[in-house]
Protein backbone atom coordinates (compact mmCIF):
# COMPACT_ATOMS: atom_id res chain seq x y z
CA UNK A 1 0.00 0.00 0.00
CA UNK A 2 1.62 3.47 -1.09
CA UNK A 3 0.51 7.33 -0.07
CA UNK A 4 -0.22 9.93 -2.48
CA UNK A 5 -1.29 13.69 -1.55
CA UNK A 6 -2.83 16.04 -3.84
CA UNK A 7 -2.95 19.24 -2.66
CA UNK A 8 -5.99 21.95 -3.97
CA UNK A 9 -5.76 25.33 -4.09
CA UNK A 10 -7.40 27.01 -0.79
CA UNK A 11 -9.53 29.22 -2.62
CA UNK A 12 -11.03 26.49 -4.33
CA UNK A 13 -11.67 23.54 -1.56
CA UNK A 14 -15.25 24.55 -1.01
CA UNK A 15 -16.42 24.10 -4.72
CA UNK A 16 -14.31 20.89 -5.59
CA UNK A 17 -14.60 19.12 -1.96
CA UNK A 18 -18.90 20.33 -2.79
CA UNK A 19 -21.46 20.99 -0.01
CA UNK A 20 -20.87 18.96 2.78
CA UNK A 21 -18.27 16.90 1.31
CA UNK A 22 -20.52 15.41 -1.73
CA UNK A 23 -18.09 15.43 -4.20
CA UNK A 24 -15.36 13.49 -2.01
CA UNK A 25 -18.02 10.97 -0.76
CA UNK A 26 -18.67 10.51 -4.50
CA UNK A 27 -15.25 9.31 -4.97
CA UNK A 28 -15.12 7.19 -2.26
CA UNK A 29 -17.95 5.40 -3.60
CA UNK A 30 -15.91 5.79 -6.95
CA UNK A 31 -13.15 3.96 -5.93
CA UNK A 32 -13.88 1.88 -2.46
CA UNK A 33 -10.14 -0.31 -2.72
CA UNK A 34 -8.75 3.15 -2.99
CA UNK A 35 -8.88 4.79 1.44
CA UNK A 36 -9.37 8.60 0.86
CA UNK A 37 -9.14 11.05 3.96
CA UNK A 38 -9.51 14.84 3.24
CA UNK A 39 -7.46 17.41 5.57
CA UNK A 40 -8.17 21.09 4.84
CA UNK A 41 -6.83 21.53 1.34
CA UNK A 42 -4.64 18.11 0.92
CA UNK A 43 -6.20 14.80 -0.34
CA UNK A 44 -4.76 11.88 1.45
CA UNK A 45 -4.83 8.73 -1.27
CA UNK A 46 -3.81 5.56 0.00
CA UNK A 47 -4.06 2.07 -1.49
CA UNK A 48 -2.29 -0.19 -4.71
CA UNK A 49 -0.30 1.89 -7.18
CA UNK A 50 -2.80 0.94 -10.33
CA UNK A 51 -6.23 2.17 -7.51
CA UNK A 52 -4.92 5.05 -7.14
CA UNK A 53 -3.39 6.16 -10.85
CA UNK A 54 -7.58 6.18 -11.56
CA UNK A 55 -8.49 8.30 -8.52
CA UNK A 56 -5.26 10.46 -8.90
CA UNK A 57 -6.27 11.29 -12.88
CA UNK A 58 -9.83 12.19 -11.91
CA UNK A 59 -9.08 14.29 -8.73
CA UNK A 60 -6.67 16.33 -11.28
CA UNK A 61 -9.19 16.55 -13.75
CA UNK A 62 -11.92 17.89 -11.54
CA UNK A 63 -9.54 20.44 -10.44
CA UNK A 64 -9.08 21.37 -14.20
CA UNK A 65 -12.71 21.12 -14.97
CA UNK A 66 -13.57 23.76 -11.74
CA UNK A 67 -10.76 26.09 -12.60
CA UNK A 68 -11.95 26.18 -16.30
CA UNK A 69 -16.00 26.37 -15.62
CA UNK A 70 -15.82 27.81 -12.08
CA UNK A 71 -18.31 25.06 -10.20
CA UNK A 72 -17.89 21.30 -10.04
CA UNK A 73 -21.58 19.41 -9.55
CA UNK A 74 -22.03 15.51 -8.99
CA UNK A 75 -23.41 15.10 -12.84
CA UNK A 76 -19.54 16.65 -13.85
CA UNK A 77 -17.40 14.16 -12.06
CA UNK A 78 -19.79 11.48 -13.33
CA UNK A 79 -19.24 13.06 -17.32
CA UNK A 80 -15.87 12.74 -16.21
CA UNK A 81 -15.95 9.49 -15.68
CA UNK A 82 -18.03 8.00 -18.12
CA UNK A 83 -15.52 9.36 -20.75
CA UNK A 84 -12.65 7.46 -19.57
CA UNK A 85 -9.22 7.91 -19.20
CA UNK A 86 -8.30 9.48 -22.73
CA UNK A 87 -10.84 12.16 -21.79
CA UNK A 88 -9.66 12.68 -17.68
CA UNK A 89 -5.63 12.60 -19.24
CA UNK A 90 -6.92 14.92 -21.95
CA UNK A 91 -8.84 17.03 -18.97
CA UNK A 92 -5.79 16.41 -16.44
CA UNK A 93 -3.38 18.24 -18.88
CA UNK A 94 -5.62 20.99 -19.97
CA UNK A 95 -5.65 20.03 -23.78
CA UNK A 96 -9.21 19.46 -24.35
CA UNK A 97 -9.19 22.85 -26.00
CA UNK A 98 -11.73 25.50 -25.70
CA UNK A 99 -14.99 23.44 -25.64
CA UNK A 100 -17.62 26.26 -25.26
CA UNK A 101 -19.70 26.55 -28.47
CA UNK A 102 -22.63 28.68 -27.56
CA UNK A 103 -25.01 30.34 -24.03
CA UNK A 104 -28.10 28.45 -24.20
CA UNK A 105 -31.72 30.23 -24.21
CA UNK A 106 -31.58 29.63 -20.64
CA UNK A 107 -28.27 30.98 -20.31
CA UNK A 108 -26.31 27.63 -20.05
CA UNK A 109 -23.28 26.80 -21.45
CA UNK A 110 -23.34 24.67 -24.48
CA UNK A 111 -19.96 22.96 -24.90
CA UNK A 112 -18.39 20.06 -26.58
CA UNK A 113 -18.64 17.06 -23.99
CA UNK A 114 -16.62 14.42 -25.48
CA UNK A 115 -12.89 14.40 -27.65
CA UNK A 116 -15.00 13.46 -30.71
CA UNK A 117 -17.30 16.31 -30.27
CA UNK A 118 -14.87 18.62 -29.91
CA UNK A 119 -12.87 17.09 -33.17
CA UNK A 120 -16.19 18.05 -35.02
CA UNK A 121 -16.03 21.82 -33.60
CA UNK A 122 -12.34 22.80 -34.38
CA UNK A 123 -13.25 20.33 -37.76
CA UNK A 124 -16.10 22.66 -38.88
CA UNK A 125 -13.68 25.87 -38.08
CA UNK A 126 -10.77 24.48 -40.87
CA UNK A 127 -13.10 22.57 -43.65
CA UNK A 128 -16.16 23.76 -45.15
CA UNK A 129 -17.74 20.13 -45.47
CA UNK A 130 -17.58 17.65 -42.43
CA UNK A 131 -18.91 14.26 -41.89
CA UNK A 132 -19.89 12.95 -38.25
CA UNK A 133 -21.00 9.13 -38.02
CA UNK A 134 -21.32 7.35 -34.77
CA UNK A 135 -24.27 5.84 -32.71
CA UNK A 136 -27.37 7.56 -31.16
CA UNK A 137 -26.97 9.58 -28.31
CA UNK A 138 -23.66 10.91 -29.09
CA UNK A 139 -24.73 14.20 -29.60
CA UNK A 140 -23.60 14.66 -33.59
CA UNK A 141 -27.42 16.28 -34.79
CA UNK A 142 -27.05 18.81 -31.12
CA UNK A 143 -23.55 19.69 -31.99
CA UNK A 144 -24.46 20.47 -34.91
CA UNK A 145 -27.45 22.71 -34.44
CA UNK A 146 -25.33 24.36 -32.14
CA UNK A 147 -22.82 25.35 -34.40
CA UNK A 148 -25.12 26.62 -37.21
CA UNK A 149 -26.80 28.76 -34.22
CA UNK A 150 -23.08 30.40 -33.28
CA UNK A 151 -22.49 30.76 -36.95
CA UNK A 152 -25.87 32.81 -37.54
CA UNK A 153 -25.86 34.88 -34.27
CA UNK A 154 -21.95 36.12 -35.09
CA UNK A 155 -23.52 37.05 -38.52
CA UNK A 156 -20.41 34.51 -40.80
CA UNK A 157 -23.45 33.04 -42.36
CA UNK A 158 -27.15 34.71 -43.08
CA UNK A 159 -29.44 31.58 -42.84
CA UNK A 160 -29.72 27.84 -41.52
CA UNK A 161 -30.92 24.91 -43.62
CA UNK A 162 -31.70 21.71 -41.18
CA UNK A 163 -32.54 18.70 -43.49
CA UNK A 164 -33.00 14.76 -42.97
CA UNK A 165 -34.28 12.15 -45.18
CA UNK A 166 -38.35 11.78 -44.40
CA UNK A 167 -37.71 7.92 -44.25
CA UNK A 168 -40.25 6.02 -41.33
CA UNK A 169 -37.97 4.15 -38.19
CA UNK A 170 -39.57 1.09 -38.75
CA UNK A 171 -43.16 1.77 -38.66
CA UNK A 172 -45.96 3.19 -40.88
CA UNK A 173 -47.37 6.34 -39.46
CA UNK A 174 -50.14 6.60 -42.40
CA UNK A 175 -51.73 9.25 -43.49
CA UNK A 176 -50.97 12.23 -41.26
CA UNK A 177 -53.96 15.08 -41.18
CA UNK A 178 -52.92 19.08 -41.79
CA UNK A 179 -50.97 20.62 -44.20
CA UNK A 180 -47.82 19.58 -45.38
CA UNK A 181 -45.54 21.05 -42.64
CA UNK A 182 -47.62 18.92 -39.97
CA UNK A 183 -47.02 16.04 -42.01
CA UNK A 184 -43.22 16.66 -42.13
CA UNK A 185 -42.98 17.73 -38.19
CA UNK A 186 -42.76 14.09 -36.64
CA UNK A 187 -39.43 13.91 -38.75
CA UNK A 188 -37.63 16.61 -38.19
CA UNK A 189 -38.90 16.88 -34.60
CA UNK A 190 -35.33 16.26 -33.39
CA UNK A 191 -33.98 19.28 -34.68
CA UNK A 192 -36.63 21.63 -33.41
CA UNK A 193 -35.75 20.28 -29.97
CA UNK A 194 -32.43 20.57 -29.90
CA UNK A 195 -32.74 24.28 -31.52
CA UNK A 196 -35.67 25.30 -28.91
CA UNK A 197 -32.45 25.19 -26.26
CA UNK A 198 -30.47 27.61 -27.64
CA UNK A 199 -33.37 30.36 -29.11
CA UNK A 200 -36.06 31.83 -27.47
CA UNK A 201 -39.70 30.67 -28.41
CA UNK A 202 -40.67 34.03 -30.16
CA UNK A 203 -37.32 34.42 -31.37
CA UNK A 204 -37.09 30.88 -33.19
CA UNK A 205 -40.40 31.41 -34.33
CA UNK A 206 -39.83 34.65 -36.18
CA UNK A 207 -36.21 32.79 -37.86
CA UNK A 208 -38.49 29.83 -39.33
CA UNK A 209 -41.58 33.01 -40.70
CA UNK A 210 -38.90 34.69 -42.63
CA UNK A 211 -36.85 31.52 -43.69
CA UNK A 212 -33.31 32.80 -41.82
CA UNK A 213 -33.87 29.08 -40.22
CA UNK A 214 -35.31 26.54 -42.64
CA UNK A 215 -35.95 23.14 -42.02
CA UNK A 216 -37.28 20.56 -44.45
CA UNK A 217 -36.95 16.89 -45.78
CA UNK A 218 -34.29 16.62 -47.99
CA UNK A 219 -35.99 15.69 -51.28
CA UNK A 220 -36.73 19.98 -51.35
CA UNK A 221 -33.13 20.58 -51.86
CA UNK A 222 -33.21 19.41 -55.06
CA UNK A 223 -32.54 21.94 -57.63
CA UNK A 224 -31.27 24.42 -55.52
CA UNK A 225 -28.14 26.29 -54.92
CA UNK A 226 -27.23 26.70 -50.82
CA UNK A 227 -25.42 30.61 -50.61
CA UNK A 228 -24.62 32.18 -47.19
CA UNK A 229 -25.56 29.13 -45.41
CA UNK A 230 -25.21 26.52 -42.98
CA UNK A 231 -26.75 23.39 -44.01
CA UNK A 232 -26.84 20.07 -41.58
CA UNK A 233 -28.21 16.74 -43.36
CA UNK A 234 -28.96 15.00 -40.25
CA UNK A 235 -29.91 11.19 -40.31
CA UNK A 236 -27.66 11.27 -43.43
CA UNK A 237 -27.32 7.02 -43.54
CA UNK A 238 -31.03 7.08 -44.59
CA UNK A 239 -30.00 8.68 -47.88
CA UNK A 240 -29.36 6.43 -51.29
CA UNK A 241 -26.15 6.96 -53.03
CA UNK A 242 -27.92 9.60 -55.33
CA UNK A 243 -30.04 11.68 -52.80
CA UNK A 244 -26.55 12.03 -50.90
CA UNK A 245 -24.78 13.32 -54.05
CA UNK A 246 -27.27 15.67 -55.10
CA UNK A 247 -27.63 17.24 -51.38
CA UNK A 248 -23.47 17.18 -51.60
CA UNK A 249 -23.61 19.43 -54.57
CA UNK A 250 -26.08 21.91 -53.84
CA UNK A 251 -22.93 24.03 -51.58
CA UNK A 252 -22.46 27.86 -53.02
CA UNK A 253 -20.36 29.96 -51.72
CA UNK A 254 -20.10 30.98 -48.49
CA UNK A 255 -22.15 27.51 -47.07
CA UNK A 256 -20.52 25.24 -44.14
CA UNK A 257 -22.19 21.67 -44.92
CA UNK A 258 -21.80 18.86 -41.60
CA UNK A 259 -23.91 16.03 -42.20
CA UNK A 260 -24.52 13.38 -39.57
CA UNK A 261 -25.39 9.96 -39.11
CA UNK A 262 -25.51 6.56 -37.79
CA UNK A 263 -24.77 3.47 -40.10
CA UNK A 264 -25.85 1.08 -37.49
CA UNK A 265 -29.49 2.47 -38.13
CA UNK A 266 -30.14 2.48 -41.32
CA UNK A 267 -34.11 2.59 -42.10
CA UNK A 268 -34.53 2.10 -45.95
CA UNK A 269 -35.97 -0.71 -47.62
CA UNK A 270 -33.95 -3.74 -47.77
CA UNK A 271 -33.71 -2.63 -51.89
CA UNK A 272 -31.93 0.56 -51.08
CA UNK A 273 -28.31 0.86 -50.35
CA UNK A 274 -27.44 3.73 -47.99
CA UNK A 275 -25.34 6.28 -49.46
CA UNK A 276 -23.08 7.52 -46.38
CA UNK A 277 -20.61 4.85 -46.50
CA UNK A 278 -20.00 5.41 -50.02
CA UNK A 279 -19.69 9.04 -49.85
CA UNK A 280 -17.22 9.63 -46.94
CA UNK A 281 -14.86 6.76 -48.49
CA UNK A 282 -14.83 8.36 -51.77
CA UNK A 283 -14.84 11.98 -50.20
CA UNK A 284 -12.29 11.95 -46.97
CA UNK A 285 -9.10 12.72 -48.85
CA UNK A 286 -10.55 15.69 -50.73
CA UNK A 287 -8.85 19.29 -48.75
CA UNK A 288 -12.12 20.86 -47.24
CA UNK A 289 -13.76 17.68 -46.40
CA UNK A 290 -12.89 15.90 -42.68
CA UNK A 291 -14.80 12.64 -41.79
CA UNK A 292 -15.46 12.33 -37.82
CA UNK A 293 -16.18 9.01 -36.34
CA UNK A 294 -17.66 8.94 -32.66
CA UNK A 295 -18.35 5.88 -30.83
CA UNK A 296 -19.41 4.33 -27.37
CA UNK A 297 -17.60 6.56 -25.31
CA UNK A 298 -18.98 9.79 -26.82
CA UNK A 299 -22.56 8.76 -25.70
CA UNK A 300 -23.94 11.31 -23.60
CA UNK A 301 -27.47 10.17 -22.61
CA UNK A 302 -28.15 8.34 -20.09
CA UNK A 303 -25.12 5.57 -18.75
CA UNK A 304 -27.68 2.96 -19.74
CA UNK A 305 -27.64 3.77 -23.60
CA UNK A 306 -23.99 3.03 -23.33
CA UNK A 307 -24.26 -0.27 -22.38
CA UNK A 308 -27.31 -0.92 -24.87
CA UNK A 309 -24.89 -0.35 -27.99
CA UNK A 310 -22.31 -2.26 -26.36
CA UNK A 311 -24.53 -4.86 -25.94
CA UNK A 312 -26.18 -4.22 -29.65
CA UNK A 313 -22.32 -4.15 -30.80
CA UNK A 314 -21.53 -7.74 -29.19
CA UNK A 315 -24.01 -9.30 -31.24
CA UNK A 316 -23.06 -7.95 -34.12
CA UNK A 317 -19.45 -8.68 -33.88
CA UNK A 318 -21.04 -12.43 -32.72
CA UNK A 319 -22.70 -12.57 -35.96
CA UNK A 320 -19.94 -11.42 -38.31
CA UNK A 321 -17.38 -13.81 -36.66
CA UNK A 322 -20.02 -16.89 -37.05
CA UNK A 323 -20.42 -16.04 -40.81
CA UNK A 324 -16.64 -15.53 -41.01
CA UNK A 325 -16.39 -19.21 -39.83
CA UNK A 326 -19.31 -20.46 -42.15
CA UNK A 327 -17.41 -18.97 -45.13
CA UNK A 328 -14.23 -20.86 -43.95
CA UNK A 329 -15.95 -24.17 -43.40
CA UNK A 330 -17.10 -23.71 -46.90
CA UNK A 331 -14.28 -23.15 -48.85
CA UNK A 332 -12.46 -26.22 -46.84
CA UNK A 333 -15.39 -27.88 -48.25
Known sequence: MIEKVITIS???????????NENIEL???????????????????????EDLEEADKLLNAMQQWYDKYGSLQENDILHLLEKGVEFLDAVANNTVGDDFILRGRDGQNIRARTINQLKIVNSITKNDMVFAIGPAGTGKTYTAVALAVRALRNKEIKRIILTRPAVEAGENLGFLPGDLQDKLDPYLQ????????????????SYVEDKTIEIAPLAFMRGRTLDNA?????????ATATQLKMFLTRMG??????ITGDLTQIDLPRYQTSGLLQATKM???I????????DKSDVVRHPLVTA?????????DNKEEQKNVNNKSAEEK
Open 10 to 20: PENVVGIYGVN
Open 27 to 49: IKRTFPKVKLIARGNEIHLLGAE
Open 190 to 205: PLYDALRDMIPPQKLL
Open 230 to 238: YVILDEAQN
Open 253 to 258: KNAKFL
Open 283 to 285: LEN
Open 287 to 294: KGIDVIFL
Open 308 to 316: IIHAYEKVS
